[in-house]
């Protein structure tokens, strides 16, 4: 069938309800935790990646394996789906946009083409007069380097397309680190950020519904280590005055974006007191897998609570809960880490993504605690993880 123009329409007030099938571009880990908490509400599920041995593969009625840009392939996924949502931006909008003619998609397209590329994000974020650090888009090893030059080559080379987890990423400190990453960029656009000095990183994810009902979850403290998260807590023992103020700027930007659907904000505080932020992920976010056990309704819930256009759950923590990143470092030739070192810990649960091959910083798995206060839930989780690296080597946390 040729998708004619806008075949669908959305209908407000309309929920999806469960039994209904929901698709999700995407098979990782994001997905497949949606896909749990899918099948705990009775609903089907449908999913499209081109590995077809990804995550989500054993927790779907159907799985389709295609290309993220084959665009005809995600219209048929779509006209078998009730609505769709993405668990990666990585999804072509061309494709996004064809699976728009026959369910409703969320979030929108018009989402995706926002936060898909590095520095169409950021030029939308500062001309929302949203507060951002110091950056310059550079297309060429000569750009590259007049804009690290310009940080005093303390900076940050980030791929405008593809990163995640630190990847396409370099850390500039010197003419000569401004020359190599040139090299490997080449004449693929970038962005180059000024290095700041944080204070800590936070998160905070929003649910936003068409009619403009939104859940804004208390904000997430997050640690990283080489540009990927090492673990994360909620809610982020910070001060009330910025956890106020990190709120408000998600909301806004959620707002200006007219979003339908989650979308995590990643920001920076630094000197103690100014929020930047840092970019944005309209998914569930690994910041936020504590929500499971923190909150009254947990990240992936809400997921599908918004993209069924269906009353959005308490964001209440009930008690706080921190996880801590299972990377595949912890894996050697014998098999995984003896999980249940951490296990006999009380309180701690893990968290598996059935990844077939582990790989030195490939994310396989989390724990997770609960205790009384962030900062113990903190200490559980890292030591629950501590008496596994004591087994593998060390692993920097
Ligand atoms: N301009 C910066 N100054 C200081 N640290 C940064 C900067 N940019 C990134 N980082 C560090 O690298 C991490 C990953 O960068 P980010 O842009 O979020 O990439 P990714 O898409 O891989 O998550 C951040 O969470 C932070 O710890
Ligand atoms: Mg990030």
């Not at 990183?201 to 997430?220: F, K, N």
């Not at 959005?312 to 070192?341: C, K, T």
Request: glycine letters at 8%; a neutral charge; hydrophobic letters at 40%.
């Amino acid at each position: 069938m040729t998708p004619g123009p806008q075949r669908f329409k959305p209908r407000h007030g309309n929920p999806i309800l469960p039994g209904s099938t929901l698709g999700i571009l995407g098979g990782g880990q994001l997905g497949r935790m949606m896909a749990l908490a899918a099948r705990s509400m009775g609903y089907r599920v449908h999913s499209l990646d081109p590995d077809p041995h990804c995550p989500i593969r054993a927790l779907v009625d159907r799985l389709v394996t295609a290309s993220f840009t084959d665009s005809q392939a995600a219209g048929r996924f779509a006209q078998e789906c009730a609505a769709v949502t993405i668990e990666i931006e990585k999804i072509a909008t061309s494709s996004l946009a064809q699976a728009a003619q026959y369910a409703p998609v969320r979030p929108g397209v018009e989402v995706l083409f926002v936060v898909q590329d590095r520095a169409r994000q950021k030029d939308w974020l500062a001309r929302h007069a949203f507060p951002l650090g110091d950056w310059k888009a550079a297309e060429s090893p000569e750009t590259l380097r007049g804009a690290a030059a310009a940080f005093g080559f303390d900076c940050y080379v980030k791929s405008c397309q593809d990163g995640y987890d630190g990847r396409c990423q370099f850390r500039i400190r010197s003419q000569a680190d401004a020359g190599a990453a040139g090299s490997t960029m080449g004449d693929r656009p970038v962005v180059v950020e000024k290095a700041l000095e944080i204070t800590a990183e936070l998160s905070v994810l929003v649910a936003r519904r068409s009619m403009g009902q939104i859940a804004i979850y208390p904000p997430a403290l997050n640690h990283h280590v080489e540009g990927i998260l090492r673990w994360a807590v909620i809610p982020a023992p910070l001060p009330q005055g910025i956890l106020v103020q990190a709120q408000d700027i998600a909301r806004g930007i959620a707002e200006a974006l007219a979003l339908e659907g989650l979308l995590t904000v990643e920001m920076f505080l630094v000197h103690g007191e100014r929020l930047l932020v840092n970019e944005l992920a309209p998914r569930p976010h690994n910041s936020y897998h504590a929500s499971e056990q923190a909150c009254a309704t947990s990240q992936f819930e809400q997921a599908l609570r918004v993209i069924c256009d269906l009353p959005l759950g308490s964001v209440e923590v009930v008690r706080p809960a921190a996880i801590v990143n299972l990377l595949g470092d912890l894996w050697d030739h014998n098999g995984p880490p003896q999980f249940s070192a951490a296990l006999d810990l009380p309180g701690v649960r893990l968290h598996l993504y059935d990844k077939q091959i582990p790989r030195p910083r490939r994310k396989m798995g989390h724990l997770s605690a609960l205790a009384q206060t962030p900062e113990k839930a903190i200490e559980k989780v890292r030591e629950a993880h501590q008496r596994l690296t004591q087994q593998a080597g060390n692993v920097e946390y």
